[in-house]
C-alpha cells in the first residue's frame, strides 16, 4: 500500500494512526524520522523533522517556528543495584509535538518498555499537549561512569547523584552543587554542553563484625520433683535475616515458640532449635521441659547462643518442699546469709556461757541461739535479756530496794515472761509448721525465688546451682531442738520461780503501830498523881 499527499508547511510533522499498520517503510530526503522501530512496525506516532542546511542559520532570525527546548533530568541511584530515573521535561510552550534522541549512559540498559532504543540512543517523543516523558533504567556497577553533556541546542541536562554507604563516590570534573530536596544534601549537577564528570566508586573494605546482637536475655527455670520447665527469652536485633540455631540440653521438649508474639513452627536440629530471625528488633520466646528428678544439687541447664549476649537474667523458682542451703553462680545473685549469722550466734553463745549466769552451759547456749535464728533478731536479744533479768533478780542487793523500785521489777519480769514464751512459741511454729528463715538476700531474691545477673556472656548463658534437701530434714531439726526445749524449761522455770520469789512476790505498804495496852494498877497510880499534883496559880481577878 502506498500513501501521498501534500505535508502542511513547517519544520516538524507528526503522523498518527486510527489504526497502526503491521509494517511501514519510509523514505523521506531531508528530513529525520522516529518512531519507526527497526523491524518497521511504528508507534502510535511518527515524527518528521526537517534537516536544516548549515547556510540557512544565519537567517534563522527571519523565521516563526521556533525549536522546543527540553530538560533532561538524570537522577543517579548507586546501591546493589545501580538503576537511572530519566525525566524530560518541557521547556517551551505545549502545542507542538517534540521528537529526541538522548544517548543512553555507558552500559545503560533501559527498563522502560513503551520507548524505542537505537545503538547508545533512546526515542523520546512528545505529543502535542505531553510536558513529562519518564524512563527507568539499569547501569551496571562499574569503576568509572563518565558523564557527558552532549553538544546541542535541543536539550539542557541535570544530573542528581544518591549514593547508598555501600559505595564511596570520588567526583572528577566540573564541581557539583548541593541541594537538600529529600532531606538530605546530594550533589548535582547543571553542565554546559561539552561537559563531563567521572564518578569513581569503590566499595569500603568491610569490617569483621557480627550481624546480630543479643541486647537481653532472661532464662528462667521451674523446678520440680520429678520435671522441671523453663522458658529463654531473647531481645535480638540483627541487621540481616537468618536463621539462629539454640542449642537445648539433651532430652528436652520444646512446648513452644514465638517471635514477636506470634507463635512459630518448631524445627529441629539435632539439639538446637532453628528460629528464624528477621531485619531489625524482635522478641523470641522459647519454653521446654524436662523429665529429671530434683537432686540435692541442681544446675540450670548450659545453654548455647550463636553469639555473645549482654543483661543476662537467670532465675531459678524453687518448690515449697525444699530447703535452700546454698546458693552459687554469677557474682550478681543470692547469698544465703544464714550460715554466717550461725557462726556469729555460736561466737556469742560461748561468750554467754563465760558469764556467772551458771543455769546454763556453753552447749545449752548454743542450741538455744541456733533455735532463735529463725526469729527477729531483736526478739532474741530480748529473750536472753530477760534471762539475765531473771538471774538478777535472786540477787541479795535486789531484794534490798526500795518497795516501789522491788515491785516494778516483778512486773517487769511477768511481762517480760510472757514475751518470752510468745518467742519461743513463734520459734516452735516456725520450725515445726513454716518455713525455714534462711536470710537470702540479692538482685531481688527470697527463699523460693533465686536471681542472678550478669552483664556480659560468651555463647554458652551461665548455669547456676543450688543445693537444697527435703524440707523434712528442718522439719525434724526443729523437732529435736523443740524437745530438748521442753526439758530444759523444766529445769529452767524452777530456776526462775526461785529467783522471781527470792525475798519475796511483791513488797506491800506497812501498817501502822498501835500503842500496847496498860495493867490496871498503873492505870490508878497514874491518876493518884494527876490529882496530888498542884494546883496551877491563879493570877489576880482584874
Known amino acids: 500500500m502506498e500513501v501521498t499527499g501534500v505535508l502542511p508547511p513547517g519544520p516538524e510533522w507528526e503522523w498518527a494512526f486510527l489504526l497502526a499498520p503491521r509494517q511501514v517503510q519510509i523514505e523521506a530526503p531531508g528530513w529525520t524520522v522516529t518512531g519507526v522501530r527497526p523491524n518497521g512496525v511504528p508507534e502510535n506516532q511518527v515524527f518528521f523533522?526537517?534537516?536544516?542546511?548549515?547556510?540557512?542559520?544565519?537567517?534563522?532570525?527571519?523565521?516563526?517556528?521556533?525549536?522546543?527546548?527540553?530538560?533532561?533530568?538524570?537522577?543517579?541511584?548507586?546501591?546493589?543495584?545501580?538503576?537511572?530515573?530519566?525525566?524530560?521535561?518541557r521547556l517551551t510552550d505545549k502545542g507542538a509535538a517534540i521528537a529526541l534522541t538522548i544517548p543512553l549512559l555507558p552500559t545503560e540498559r533501559l527498563l522502560t518498555s513503551s520507548l524505542t532504543v537505537t545503538g547508545p540512543r533512546v526515542e523520546?517523543?512528545?505529543?502535542?499537549?505531553?510536558?513529562?516523558?519518564?524512563?527507568?533504567?539499569?547501569?551496571?556497577?562499574?569503576?568509572?561512569?563518565?558523564?557527558?553533556?552532549?553538544?546541542?541546542?535541543?536539550?539542557?541536562?541535570?544530573?542528581?547523584?544518591e549514593a547508598s554507604p555501600v559505595w564511596h563516590v570520588s567526583l572528577q570534573g566540573v564541581a557539583p552543587l548541593y541541594e537538600g530536596e529529600t532531606g538530605s544534601l546530594i550533589p548535582v549537577w547543571r553542565p554546559w554542553p561539552g561537559e563531563t564528570v567521572t564518578l569513581v566508586a569503590t566499595q569500603p573494605e568491610a569490617v569483621a563484625g557480627q550481624t546480630m546482637t543479643v541486647r537481653e536475655v532472661t532464662h528462667e527455670t521451674m523446678l520440680g520433683g520429678y520435671q522441671r520447665s523453663a522458658s529463654l527469652t531473647l531481645d535480638v536485633q540483627?541487621?540481616?535475616?537468618?536463621?539462629?540455631?539454640?542449642?537445648?540440653?539433651?532430652?528436652?521438649?520444646?512446648?513452644?515458640?514465638?517471635?514477636?508474639?506470634?507463635r512459630m513452627p518448631v524445627r529441629m536440629n539435632n539439639d538446637q532449635v532453628m528460629v528464624p530471625i528477621r531485619p531489625g528488633e524482635q522478641l523470641i520466646t522459647l519454653q521446654w521441659t524436662?523429665?529429671?528428678?530434683?537432686?540435692?544439687?541442681?544446675?540450670?541447664?548450659?545453654?548455647?547462643?550463636?553469639?555473645?549476649a549482654a543483661n543476662v537474667r537467670s532465675t531459678v523458682a524453687m518448690p515449697a518442699q525444699r530447703w535452700v542451703l546454698w546458693a552459687h553462680g554469677p557474682q550478681r545473685g543470692p547469698a544465703v546469709r544464714f550460715w554466717a549469722l550461725l557462726v556469729c550466734a555460736l561466737i556469742f553463745a560461748w561468750g554467754l556461757g563465760s558469764l556467772p549466769l551458771r543455769t546454763l552451759k556453753r552447749w545449752e547456749w548454743a542450741l538455744l541461739v541456733m533455735g532463735l535464728t529463725q526469729t527477729s533478731l531483736i526478739a532474741s536479744f530480748?529473750?536472753?535479756?530477760?534471762?539475765?533479768?531473771?538471774?538478777?533478780?535472786?540477787?541479795?542487793?535486789?531484794?534490798?530496794?526500795?518497795?516501789?523500785?522491788?515491785?516494778?521489777?516483778?512486773?517487769v519480769l511477768a511481762l517480760g515472761a510472757f514475751m518470752a514464751a510468745l518467742v519461743l512459741v513463734s520459734v516452735l511454729h516456725a520450725g515445726l509448721l513454716g518455713s525455714p528463715h534462711m536470710?537470702?538476700?540479692g538482685e531481688g531474691s527470697s527463699t523460693g525465688l533465686l536471681r542472678w545477673f550478669q552483664a556480659r556472656s560468651g555463647p554458652e548463658l551461665p548455669a547456676p546451682g543450688v543445693v537444697s534437701v527435703s524440707i523434712w530434714f528442718y522439719r525434724l531439726f526443729m523437732l529435736a531442738w523443740a524437745l530438748w526445749l521442753a526439758f530444759a524449761l523444766l529445769r529452767w522455770v524452777q530456776w526462775g520461780w526461785q529467783q522471781v520469789t527470792a525475798g519475796g512476790v511483791w513488797k506491800s505498804k506497812p501498817r501502822r503501830q498501835v500503842p500496847?495496852?496498860?495493867?490496871?494498877?498503873?492505870?490508878?497510880?497514874?491518876?493518884s498523881v494527876a490529882t496530888e499534883s498542884p494546883a496551877p496559880p491563879v493570877g489576880p481577878a482584874v
Open 49 to 89: 523533522s526537517e534537516q536544516q542546511a548549515g547556510g540557512e542559520s544565519a537567517a534563522a532570525y527571519d523565521r516563526r517556528d521556533f525549536q522546543p527546548v527540553v530538560a533532561i533530568e538524570r537522577h543517579l541511584e548507586l546501591g546493589l543495584v545501580w538503576q537511572v530515573r530519566t525525566t524530560a521535561r
Open 124 to 161: 523520546v517523543r512528545f505529543g502535542a499537549q505531553d510536558e513529562v516523558v519518564e524512563w527507568r533504567s539499569e547501569l551496571t556497577p562499574q569503576a568509572a561512569l563518565v558523564l557527558a553533556a552532549e553538544v546541542t541546542d535541543r536539550w539542557v541536562e541535570r544530573w542528581y547523584l
Open 238 to 262: 540483627a541487621s540481616i535475616g537468618h536463621e539462629m540455631g539454640i542449642g537445648l540440653p539433651s532430652g528436652a521438649e520444646v512446648t513452644g515458640l514465638t517471635s514477636g508474639g506470634q
Open 290 to 308: 524436662k523429665a529429671e528428678p530434683l537432686p540435692w544439687h541442681a544446675t540450670v541447664e548450659a545453654l548455647h547462643l550463636p553469639v555473645a
Open 382 to 411: 530480748g529473750f536472753i535479756v530477760w534471762l539475765f533479768a531473771v538471774a538478777g533478780r535472786g540477787t541479795a542487793p535486789v531484794q534490798q530496794w526500795p518497795r516501789w523500785c522491788f515491785n516494778l521489777m516483778q512486773l
Open 439 to 441: 536470710f537470702i538476700s
Open 516 to 527: 500496847p495496852e496498860l495493867p490496871g494498877a498503873a492505870v490508878a497510880a497514874v491518876a
